[in-house]
């Protein structure tokens, strides 16, 4: 690797500050980018709320700087919007002090910037009276931020609020998406889904750029058009995962005796299924997967939280099906959580039965895997919508899910002609990424750009 920059400018401006938005689904970027920035010379500091706080004992060239937020508890996903908000509002003031005397410790000359999750405005608003340059992380992909962005106008030309009638018409202004595809969370009676997303975007328009985990051959389109739509410099500097060094940042402890167990099966043979950190489906809805999985005959690795089931915080065992043990024995594993990176580069693992979320779906690309996408809210639609439509590797699992019908998806997917065809194309997928990430690629390219800005703010 090239001298760091940060050596080169002489090592003035050589820290760069970070605040992720405490999920798992946020968290994981937001790390990795700390650990890409920190490999390039600069010295890291950590703002984090006490709710699902890092453990600092993993990441010992870290400075960790906690910040009070009023100890929210986590709340149904109903609620999780009205959560986010009030987050950032609970850190404001203790945020303040802790950065005025991180100003005072490190000299102002000294920062180069604050990285702050997009839904922490309140962050950014504190940044900006103390001077500090903000820089805006989006975990998602460019084609939501585009939505996000267009989010006014879609209230305007009647896409939004979502009707019954209209869910399969598409937004001629940001094809593919079709009404059912645009980021929602429940029926957002309240506002308070739209207030969230403007608050957002106002984050990014008033940074000095925008930091997007995606990389031009996957959204070059979209990522032009963000350029034209927005005053601020965008740098797609993904798949952060593969730009990093590996990175621990799980908030729940993967099992990792499941790779062990991948090894005794054939190449491509087992389905992965994992809805990711938040999702939650409902009892019938597990049932019917559990028994779908089951009819199936294809080995799998499952994932199933605790508290995944709507209404629940029973153990896995609990949830699960009578009967399903023994009749997948031999041949299933569940577990409470994945280290899903190695699990998704595992030969064994052929499939990938996801929520759709933006890592999940960058990390299955990565490793040329196709998927079967079942999303559940926000941006998770318009990722499915990609992934059947656009890159075509993958298909939606829409509707009531009913065993019979999970049953042969898998079986379709696995085992048959158009899951073959798709796992060509992921594959393909995989080279394209590992170009933009390998030297003089894209997103190399954007790193270099990013730090030159970081350094000229
Ligand atoms: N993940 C994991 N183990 C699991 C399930 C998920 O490590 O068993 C990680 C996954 O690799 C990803 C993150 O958790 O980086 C989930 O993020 P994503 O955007 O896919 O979904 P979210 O949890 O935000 O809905």
New binding site residues.
């Given amino acids: 690797p090239a001298p760091t920059m940060a050596a080169v400018h002489g090592g003035r401006r050589r820290h760069v500050l970070l605040f992720p938005l405490p999920?798992?689904?946020?968290i994981?970027p937001m790390f990795r980018l700390a650990g890409l920035l920190h490999a390039r010379g600069f010295t890291i500091t950590i703002f984090h709320t006490q709710f699902n706080a890092p453990d600092p004992a993993r990441h010992p060239d870290y400075r960790f700087v906690p910040v009070p937020d009023g100890s929210p508890v986590p709340v149904a996903m109903k609620d999780a919007v009205a959560q986010i908000i009030e987050l950032g509002v609970a850190c404001e003031a203790g945020f303040r002090d802790r950065l005025a005397s991180v100003l005072e410790e490190y000299s102002r000359d000294a920062v180069a910037c604050l990285v702050a999750d997009t839904h922490l405005l309140p962050i950014f608003e504190v940044a900006a009276r103390l001077s500090v340059p903000t820089l805006a992380l989006r975990?998602g992909s460019a084609a939501c931020c585009a939505c996000f962005l267009a989010y006014p106008m879609l209230f305007d030309k009647g896409y939004l609020p979502v009707q019954e009638s209209q869910r399969d018409m598409p937004v001629l202004e940001l094809p593919p998406y079709r009404v059912r595809d645009l980021p929602v969370i429940g029926e957002d009676a309240s506002g308070r889904v739209s207030e969230l997303i403007s608050r957002a975007m106002t984050a990014v328009k008033t940074s000095s750029g925008l930091i997007l985990d995606t990389f031009d051959v996957l959204e070059r389109r979209e990522l032009e058009g963000l350029r034209r739509d927005l005053a601020v410099p965008v740098f797609d500097i993904g798949p952060l995962h593969k730009l990093s060094p590996a990175v621990y940042s799980?908030l729940l402890l993967?099992d990792r005796s499941c790779l062990e167990w991948l090894d005794a099966f054939p190449p491509e043979s087992v389905l992965y299924v994992?809805f990711?950190?938040?999702?939650c489906m409902s009892l019938r809805d597990l049932v019917e997967t559990a028994w779908g999985i089951a009819g199936s005959g294809v080995p799998f690795l499952w994932?199933v939280r605790p508290g995944m089931v709507s209404g629940s915080a029973y153990h896995h065992q609990q949830q699960l099906p009578e009967g399903f043990e023994a009749a997948t024995h031999g041949r299933g594993m569940v577990?409470t959580?994945?280290?899903?990176?190695e699990v998704l580069g595992h030969r064994a693992v052929g499939g990938f039965w996801?929520?759709g979320?933006?890592?999940?779906?960058a990390?299955s690309i990565c490793e040329g895997l196709p998927m079967l996408c079942r999303p559940y809210f926000g941006d998770q639609m318009g990722n499915a919508r990609y992934v059947e439509h656009v890159w075509r590797v993958g298909l939606e699992v829409g509707g009531d899910l009913e065993r019979g019908s999970v049953e042969a998806a898998i079986r379709r997917f696995m085992t048959g002609e158009d899951g073959a065809e798709m796992r060509t194309r992921a594959g393909e997928l995989k080279k394209a990424a590992a170009e933009c990430t390998g030297e003089g690629g894209s997103s190399c390219l954007a790193i270099d750009k990013l730090i030159t800005h970081m350094m000229s703010l």
């Fill in positions: 999920s798992q689904g946020h994981n975990t799980s993967p994992s990711g950190s938040v999702a994932v577990v959580w994945a280290p899903q990176e996801t929520h979320g933006w890592n999940s779906t990390e």
